[in-house]
């Protein structure tokens, strides 16, 4: 494998796997969806971070299928929940479909560059709540990819058995800048330290028992 | 089934589609896709019959993402090719996974109003220029969107087995406006009667020995 599309989102699992793809040697394309999150925090921070590395970055917008997919609280009016994401409100930050809609735009633009393979930065840890996270998803994804255009995509996902604190560990032996990753739903000045992506982010860095740079409020 | 997300382009098989989902009282959502068409002609009258017939009608607008998928003439400046499809220059109006994308994003519409498929009007004569028009594209499609959320969705393409020249018999049988549905590539005030479209639209009616009351310029 010699160059990828790898979507990024700013988060902490995406820079990761950005920063594990260019110490393979991997010349990567990354790609930001905007599908109306509340804030553009995340994508303001994975921007500057590739263009600093040097990597092409794209957002690809997708917001004018938003009203088709609102059920979601991250594109509504809803309340972000807090909590663990293992709790049944967490169910609320579903926005159905999802990582397809992402992953085959992000085909499409692999297609197009003629590269190898659209990566992205599923874990271990993700599967529980989101239907579309769980690795037999991914699998039938994959052979649907693959056969979509005469040129072969394949979808690399090289976290799949990993957790989180996992990625907390390899990022760190790789120099990840955490505190330039965005995790938190909420968008405000600091990580708000209580919704869910919050709480499994500081989680991830206390289990890997690694330093976690990230200010919370 | 009783209810489905139907893609409609405003062509013919799209139309026949919904005529035949009607027809088996099956309750119709008509998603149509704008992905950076040269032309909207096709979304207009594609909206236009919709609103006749009391189908709920909406446009996914993604041109928030043609930049990334513009190899093709179809979005970009490159000339539209006359002839027949089957003709190796038709290769020019390939859009880079565009079944994908608009499958995956209608999937996304149908599990968010808990409906039971998703309706295409993928035939037997679309297979041999667009790899995701082939009925194994299709099948590893169906497998990934089936378990893409924890309501179960279905890709549905009653007409699969069927030739171009079957619709247009099927929908002179169930009563289609034909002259309401536009296939041309070139979007001016008739058909062209020469483009790749418009080449297989004449010879349908043609070796289905029905009436074609499309006026071509």
Known sequence: ???????????????????????????????????????????EFSKA????????????????????ISSSSQTGDAEVPEGHYADENMKLTVVPNRNMIMLAVAAGWAINLKVDAVA??????????????????????????????????????????????????LGTDLGVPFERTWSCYKGLEKHCGKCGTCVERREAFELAGVPDPTEYA
Not at 8 to 32: C, E, H, K, P, W
Not at 49 to 68: K, N, Q, Y
Not at 136 to 165: G, N
Request: aromatic fraction near 8%; hydrophobic fraction near 40%.
């Open 120 to 169: 992205y930065a599923a874990h271990g840890g993700d599967h529980t709540i989101y239907p579309d996270c769980r690795p037999e998803f991914a699998d039938a994804l994959d052979a649907t990819i693959q056969i979509a255009d005469w040129h072969k995509v394949s979808l690399y996902r090289p976290f799949v058995t990993k957790t989180k604190a996992d990625l907390a560990k």
């Open 49 to 68: 971070l590739c263009e600093d590395l040097g990597v092409p970055f794209e957002i690809a917008d997708l917001t004018g299928i938003t009203r088709l």
């Open 1 to 43: 494998m010699q160059n990828v599309v790898s979507l990024t989102s700013g988060g902490m699992d995406s820079t990761v796997l950005l920063y594990f793809l260019r110490d393979q040697g991997i010349q990567v394309n990354a790609l930001a969806v905007n599908y109306g999150q509340r804030h553009r925090k995340e994508l």
